[in-house]
């Protein structure tokens, strides 16, 4: 249908030792057109699901990437794994920039503390942690830690490929991976379930469209992060944030962070890449708060504010009780989690 949306889902092989995965269970019992009802209330689209099965290798890792990298595209990308030792479904916010295999590959590809590309983690650009569980056939929870194998590394180097991508708005089309427990403790029709209420949620993750904001994690070398306090006047007046800014029409968010960090703070960072994302609602608009992993080689002392009342450096190792604007205490908790 010309109005359809399409999206990937792809799972994978048997691997170690097992006769089946229920990712590529999943995958074979939803290849083809289906309705998707907008969870959050609303309207149904039509949703093309083309399938895919990947090997448990090194090929397999990087084919989805190829793929986009070549030009192919989708409104979403889900992949799915099979996650061992998970007693519910698991998605994955977060995907690390680390190999570190307890058992070979299905090449025989054996890799100990390794890494992706070296360029460091990156993270999904929608917030499943504001989808209501309520809406789902079964608990889940939300990770931070996607592992180290080939589950891991797919996820890695797809988001890496779609951030390289051409687009029109601030992000890509979403991608995000979904961990299934086996088949002895999720049963197939309920995995099937699961995984198409989170392809509805990919087509619509927020329940209106949102204003994208990118904010800056911007850490020194000794790993100690910025952060900067609300003016007084504003709606949050004297709570504490990473520093950012609404990106602009057609901004990419590399481009609006650094913008927005130059004008905030009169410092000049390389933006990398996402590292999560938060939804906030604040009267009638929804926010999408991205946190964005920044560098800069500016010192501190040239740090000029134009927008806060304060700044201060957090150590990881003993952080402040602060008082934090919107989700970023949330944020900030990732990051002490990850970092």
């Known amino acids: 249908m010309a109005n359809s949306r399409r999206v990937l889902l792809t799972g994978f092989e048997p691997f170690g030792g097992h006769e089946r995965n229920i990712s590529a269970d999943v995958v074979h019992s939803l290849q083809g057109m289906m ?23 090194e090929a397999g890792s ?15 990308i889900l992949h799915l794994g ?13 995907a690390r920039d680390a190999i570190d295999m307890r058992i070979p590959d299905n090449s025989g590809r054996s890799i100990k503390g390794g890494v992706v590309d070296g360029t460091g983690h990156c993270g999904a650009w929608v917030d499943p942690s504001s989808w209501p569980s309520s809406f789902f056939p079964s608990a889940y929870t939300v990770s931070n830690d996607a592992g180290a194998y080939l589950c891991n590394e797919t996820y890695h180097r797809t988001m890496k490929a779609l951030l390289g991508q051409e687009h029109t708005s601030s992000f890509p089309s979403p991608c995000l991976f979904l961990h299934l427990p086996g088949s002895q403790k999720m049963a197939l029709h309920e995995a099937v379930s699961f995984v198409s209420q989170c392809l509805a949620f990919l087509m ?12 800056g994690y911007l850490p020194n070398a000794a790993g100690h992060y910025l952060v900067s306090q ?16 609404k990106c602009e ?8 962070i650094e913008r927005e960090l130059l004008e905030e703070l009169d ?8 590292l999560g994302t938060w939804l906030r609602q604040r009267g009638d608009f929804w926010f999408a708060i991205h946190l964005i992993r920044c560098e800069t080689s500016a010192s501190d002392d040239s740090i000029n504010l134009s927008a ?32």
Do not use: Y
């Not at 309705?35 to 290798?57: F, K, M, Q, R, Y």
């Not at 504003?234 to 950012?244: A, K, N, S, Y």
């Not at 029409?249 to 609006?256: A, N, Q």
């Open 35 to 57: 309705s998707l009802a907008n969870p959050w209330g609303g309207e149904t689209v039509v949703v093309e699901i083309e399938t895919d099965v990947l090997s448990v290798d």
């Open 62 to 76: 990087k084919k989805t990437a190829e793929r986009v990298e070549k030009g192919a595209s989708w409104d979403a």
């Open 82 to 94: 099979l996650c061992e030792q998970c007693d519910v479904p698991r998605l994955e916010r977060l």
């Open 204 to 215: 619509f993750p927020a329940p209106s469209d949102t204003i994208d904001v990118v904010a």
């Open 230 to 245: 609300r003016p007084a006047g504003d709606v949050d007046e004297g709570l504490w944030e990473f520093p950012g800014g």
């Open 249 to 256: 029409s057609g901004e990419r968010w590399s481009s609006g």
């Open 267 to 274: 410092v000049a960072v390389v933006a990398h890449q996402p």
């Open 308 to 339: 806060h009342d304060a700044w201060q450096r957090l150590d990881p190792d003993s952080p402040p009780q602060l008082s934090w604007a919107g989700r970023d205490g949330e944020m900030n908790e990732f990051v002490l989690d990850v970092f």
